[in-house]
C-alpha cells in the first residue's frame, strides 16, 4: 500500500520569507499526489494535486509543488509566506483505486 | 451546493454510551469516507463507500466502531460503546470518483467527540 511522510511536524516562519514543507511518498504502481491545507477547526480543503503531465504545479493562491518521481518527493513550496497560511498542510497520496493516504500533517505558523 | 454537511459538530458523551455521527455527502458523489483526526495518530482513514458499498474497512479499529450507508446521500458512523480514547474529530469526505485519475475529496467540518 502507498503511503506518506511527512518529515516537519512543525515549521515556524516570517511573513515574507520563503518555505518549504517536505513530503515523500512510497507506493509501488503509479501515484497521484496532493497537498490539503486545514485550518483551525475547519476541515481540510486541497491545495493542489499531480495527476500527471508537468511536474510542477500551482495553486490560486501562490504555493506550488514539484513531483519528483526519482527522488520521490512532492515538496510544496511558497516564495514569499502571509500571516493567513498559517494554518496546518498534509500531503496525501492516492492511487488507481482511489484509496487515499495522508501524511501526518505539517503544522505552518507564520509570524509578523 | 452547501457542502459536505456533517452533525453533530460537537458531541460530549459519558463512557460506555453510543455515539452515532452522521454525514450527508455532496449530491452526485458517489464515494464516501470517514476519518478520524488525533494529535497522536494524525489523519487516519476508517472506512470508505463506493455507490453505497463499504470498499475498504481496514482502518476501523474495533468492533465497536461500525459505519452504513443506506442511500446516496446518508452515512452514519457509530460508536458502541464508546471509550475516552475514541474522542477525536471525525471527519467525513465525499467525492465523484470516475476512474482514473482519482478525484478530490470533499471534506466536511467535523464531529468533535469528547468521550469523558
Known amino acids: 500500500a502507498q503511503s506518506v511522510t511527512q518529515l516537519d511536524s512543525q515549521v515556524p516562519v516570517f511573513e515574507e520569507a520563503p518555505v518549504e514543507l517536505r513530503c515523500n511518498y512510497s507506493?509501488?504502481?503509479?501515484?497521484?499526489l496532493f497537498w490539503y491545507v486545514q485550518y483551525p477547526n475547519q476541515g481540510l480543503q486541497l491545495l493542489l494535486k499531480?495527476?500527471?503531465?508537468?511536474?510542477l504545479v500551482e495553486s490560486i493562491n501562490g504555493f506550488e509543488a514539484e513531483f519528483n518521481k526519482s527522488q520521490t518527493s512532492f515538496h510544496l513550496r511558497k516564495p514569499s509566506v502571509h500571516i493567513s497560511d498559517t494554518a496546518e498542510y498534509f500531503c496525501?497520496?492516492?492511487?488507481?483505486?482511489?484509496?487515499?493516504?495522508f501524511g501526518a500533517g505539517t503544522r505552518l505558523t507564520v509570524k509578523p | 451546493d452547501a457542502g459536505v454537511i456533517q452533525s453533530p459538530r460537537h458531541e460530549v458523551t459519558e463512557m460506555g454510551q453510543e455515539v452515532t455521527l452522521r454525514c450527508k455527502p455532496i449530491?452526485?458523489?458517489?464515494?464516501l469516507f470517514w476519518y478520524r483526526q488525533t494529535m497522536m495518530r494524525g489523519l487516519e482513514l476508517l472506512i470508505y463507500?463506493?455507490?453505497?458499498?463499504?470498499?475498504?474497512d481496514s482502518g476501523m479499529p474495533e468492533d465497536r466502531f461500525s459505519a452504513k450507508m443506506p442511500n446516496a446521500s446518508f452515512s452514519t458512523l457509530k460508536i458502541q460503546p464508546s471509550e475516552p480514547r475514541d474522542s477525536a474529530v471525525y471527519f467525513c469526505?465525499?467525492?465523484?470518483?470516475?476512474?482514473?485519475?482519482?478525484?478530490?475529496?470533499?471534506f466536511g467540518p467535523g464531529t468533535r467527540l469528547t468521550v469523558l
Open positions: 496525501a497520496v492516492s492511487n488507481f483505486n482511489n484509496d487515499m493516504r
Open positions: 507506493s509501488s504502481v503509479s501515484v497521484y
Open positions: 469526505a465525499s467525492s465523484l470518483a470516475t476512474g482514473l485519475p482519482p478525484s478530490e475529496q470533499f
Open positions: 463507500f463506493n455507490n453505497n458499498v463499504p470498499i475498504d
Open positions: 499531480y495527476l500527471s503531465g508537468s511536474t
Open positions: 449530491s452526485g458523489h458517489n464515494s
